[in-house]
């Protein structure tokens, strides 16, 4: 069962501002949104989670609708190293509630 | 902090031969370990959950005797692939849980190519 719809693939030019929507309209009241990313070859990396509340780290800003059924993803300054697939999931956070991974949003940065 | 090892990070084997693929949570004490396998263009499949000191929940669809789960100690959980074929060539990923956080940290990955 499909969580989360997100695009099959953005592009986005170097230096500028990545947005990556997620859709998560069945999201349950204690379910987190969660964003991982996979680089080419590579295991997964945690970007940023959140509840209701717009999110930001070193990574990423992470900006939570008020109906919680979507959310975007921020990088504010795209890099080439930011090429990657991105990974939007829902899961409780506490519990033994599997994370299930979609095809993602395959972003690239362009030069 | 939150490091996940895999071991080897490629390997290469023939047909009908077994390997073994280890993971490990370098700075922290894991009680839950997923495997996750991920064949070309497509996205990671979880395989099977692994509690410290107890038999692996594996998913529908998972040869659990070929795909044998260990997870002897908090800090390493072992996945090896009994008599490999060629269709089991594949990116094979474990995350590791600490405590009832449901966060994952993930490894490196481990590509497996069966000739």
């Given at each position: 069962?499909?969580?989360?719809?997100?695009?099959?693939?953005?592009?986005?030019?170097e230096?500028?501002?990545?947005?990556?929507?997620?859709?998560?309209?069945?999201?349950?009241g204690?379910?987190?949104v969660?964003?991982?990313?996979?680089?080419?070859?590579?295991g997964?990396q945690?970007?940023?989670?959140?509840?209701?509340?717009?999110?930001?780290?070193?990574?990423?800003?992470?900006?939570?609708?008020?109906?919680?059924?979507?959310?975007t993803?921020?990088?504010?300054?795209?890099?080439?190293r930011d090429t990657?697939?991105?990974?939007?999931?829902v899961?409780?956070?506490?519990g033994?509630?599997?994370?299930?991974?979609?095809t993602?949003?395959?972003?690239?940065?362009?030069? | 902090?939150?490091?996940?090892?895999?071991?080897p990070?490629w390997?290469?084997?023939?047909?009908?031969?077994?390997?073994?693929?280890?993971?490990?949570?370098?700075?922290?004490?894991a009680?839950t370990?997923?495997?996750?396998?991920?064949?070309?263009k497509?996205?990671?499949?979880?395989?099977?959950?692994?509690n410290?000191g107890?038999?692996?929940?594996?998913e529908?669809g998972?040869?659990?005797?070929k795909f044998?789960?260990?997870?002897?100690?908090?800090?390493?959980?072992?996945l090896?692939?009994t008599?490999?074929?060629?269709?089991?060539?594949?990116?094979?990923?474990c995350?590791?849980r600490?405590g009832?956080?449901n966060?994952?940290?993930?490894?490196?990955?481990?590509?497996?190519?069966?000739?």
């Open positions: 069962d499909a969580k989360t719809t997100q695009p099959t693939s953005m592009d986005c030019a230096g500028r501002a990545a947005n990556l929507p997620c859709n998560h309209s069945t999201i349950s204690n379910e987190y969660y964003w991982y990313r996979q680089i080419h070859s590579q997964p945690y970007i940023i989670h959140g509840l209701k509340n717009n999110e930001t780290n070193e990574m990423a800003s992470l900006i939570i609708t008020e109906d919680r059924k979507s959310s993803l921020i990088l504010p300054h795209a890099t080439l990657a697939v991105y990974y939007c999931i899961s409780v956070r506490f033994n509630e599997k994370l299930t991974f979609g993602g949003t395959r972003l690239t940065i362009i030069p | 902090g939150a490091v996940v090892s895999q071991h990070s390997v290469i084997c023939k047909s009908g031969t077994s390997v073994k693929i280890e993971c490990r949570s370098l700075d922290f004490q009680t370990m997923f495997w996750y396998r991920q064949f070309p497509q996205s990671l499949m979880l395989m099977a959950t692994s410290e107890s038999k692996a929940t594996y529908q998972v040869e659990k005797d044998l789960i260990n997870h002897a100690s908090l800090t390493l959980s072992t090896t692939v008599s490999a074929h060629p269709e089991d060539s594949s990116f094979y990923i995350s590791a600490a009832g956080n966060e994952q940290f993930f490894g490196p990955g481990t590509r497996l190519t069966v000739l």
